[in-house]
């Protein structure tokens, strides 16, 4: 493993990757195939008449909120707001896409057409069905991403207005560096090659924030949603930056004002030399989670009843790490082979330092402790706070509904329960056991909309994080769950 560590990841799917799509389908397949132009007829068909009205959410939960689609299963969009920017049913769409990989791709059109949703039609003439098409799709990509990077430094603002307004006299040096560390940072627009699109994170719906290259990606297929809720995923990526992990970086300036993360503070010492960083000055310094300007909002989410959080201990990293070592010793012993691990084993050792040096810190960090939580957790809290200032400053309580209601756009679009298992036992039934990969892939689908590792489940992160908010809950006008407290 690479240190540092610093990729943060809004969602990993991994569903679709599994089975590649070739030329033809084979023979037996027809009848399947058949079966499921039906179906997507029908849901071609279902998807027409998409209300712009936003739906009341009764009870402040994930739930409720969930509810509001059970009459949307069948349909590829789950709301559209005036302005023509809709929600995709993210779990229809990585459901088809499966179900078309696996019969290799028997249809000539997607069923979902919009380029933004099949990132391909992005890059090659072929998918995008022409040069004349490509440059359309391109130039859409563009447009979006332009709005998208609006909406990022309107966000940057305010979460620098944010910390500002947190300042004391005893935070103050960790405010000025977290300061800095989202100061830095920049939407990624991606060069529209497959190299890019495919191998970073965008094969699938997908925003993540990486520490070395101090930027956020925000992929294809969440660029037409809905203002608000590009709002919220931007918030939660940019929030990222100063984490329980990623606040323990610290970044250096050279003269000519580029930024390298600190190799002192993100990597064992055998890792670097002094040279990597010569002509680099200090800019932003490590903040640990002792000094953290959020530690009572950290320790509050961690807690058992709100995210319950369990940071691994450090006897478990540092046995992950020793079993590591052991298994490269026995494949050593097999293959009588013992120079080339010599490398991989004096750098794992140097990991175990590290981490037993800096373990109250590194024990947030998801990619060390295979446990992404606490950083998820309070990605998702800091966010929340940045909404909440936002929602207070829209006049209209109207407005302000619908703005609430559009940050949810992806808990809602890609983990409801009822959405995700209707597709799912649909595609089931029409393919029996045509593909194993696709069966399994389904049933990963059903059984885990959610992330387990990286992230907490959507269901908790809504009820104890989004909707727990009083200002989400004012404006939604949900009933509060009284077991439950924001945390402050
Ligand atoms: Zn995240």
């Known amino acids: 493993m690479k240190l540092p560590w610093g990729r943060s990841i809004l969602l990993v799917l991994v569903v679709a990757g599994t089975v590649l799509p070739s030329a033809h389908a084979a023979p037996g397949d027809f009848e399947v195939i058949e079966q499921l132009t039906q179906v997507r007829s029908a849901i071609k068909k279902a998807s027409n008449n998409v209300s712009c009205e936003v739906p009341a959410v009764k009870s402040c939960s994930f739930a409720s909120l969930c509810g ?28 088809m896409q499966t179900v078309d990989a696996c019969l290799k791709k028997p249809f000539k059109e997607d069923l979902f057409t919009d380029p933004l949703l099949n990132p391909e039609k992005l ?20 447009s979006e991403f332009a709005r998208a990077n609006g909406i990022f ?53 997908n925003a993540f924030y990486v520490a070395q290259t101090m930027a956020v990606t925000v992929c294809p297929q969440f660029l037409g949603l809905p203002d608000a809720s590009l709002f919220l995923i931007i918030a939660h990526e940019l929030s990222h930056a100063i984490d329980p992990c990623n606040s323990s970086y610290g970044y250096l300036q050279s003269d000519k004002g580029t930024f390298i993360l600190d190799p002192r503070t993100s990597m064992p010492e055998s890792e670097y030399s002094e040279e990597s960083h010569k002509g ?55 293959s009588g082979e013992e120079k080339n691990s010599d490398a991989q084993m004096s750098r794992l050792q140097s990991e175990k330092e590290f981490f037993e040096k800096h373990h109250k810190d590194l024990q947030f960090c998801g990619p060390i402790t295979g446990n992404g939580h606490a950083q998820e957790a309070f990605a998702d809290w ?30 809602f679009g890609r983990s409801c329960a009822n ?20 069966d399994e892939a389904l049933a990963k689908a059903e059984l885990k ?18 909707l727990a908010n009083p200002g989400l809950q004012k404006a939604l006008g949900c009933v509060p769950d009284k077991t439950r407290n924001a945390c402050k």
């Open 419 to 438: 959405l995700s298992q209707a597709m799912n036992a649909k595609a089931k039934k029409i393919m029996g056991k045509k593909c194993e990969t696709v």
């Open 153 to 205: 430094k309107d966000v940057q603002k305010r979460l620098i207005a944010y910390l500002q307004s947190q300042r004391t006299a005893d935070n103050s040096a960790a405010i000025e560096a977290s300061i800095r560390k989202i100061e830095i940072v920049s939407m990624n627009q991606l060069s529209l090659n497959d190299e890019v699109l495919l191998k970073t994170g965008c094969e699938m719906p």
């Open 382 to 411: 800091l966010a929340v706070q940045i909404v909440e200032k936002k929602i207070v400053e829209i006049p209209s309580s109207a407005d302000a509904k619908r703005f609430a209601f559009e940050t949810q756009a992806y808990s």
């Open 449 to 466: 909309p959610d992330h387990d590792h990286s992230h907490p489940k959507m269901a908790d992160r809504v009820n104890s994080i989004y």
């Open 68 to 95: 509001n689609f059970s009459s949307k299963t069948q349909s590829m969009y789950l709301y559209t707001n005036a302005s023509g920017q809709a929600v995709p049913n993210y779990s229809m769409l990585v459901n």
């Open 123 to 142: 890059f090659t003439e072929k998918a995008a069905g022409g040069k004349a098409q490509l440059k359309e799709n391109q130039k859409r990509y563009n």
């Open 280 to 334: 680099y000055n200090r800019f932003a310094d490590s903040v640990g989670v002792d000094e953290h300007p959020f530690k009572e909002a950290i320790a509050c989410l961690n807690s058992p009843k709100v995210m319950n959080v369990q940071t691994p201990s450090r006897a478990s990293v540092l046995k992950r790490v020793d079993d590591k070592m052991s298994f490269i010793q026995e494949k050593d012993s097999e």
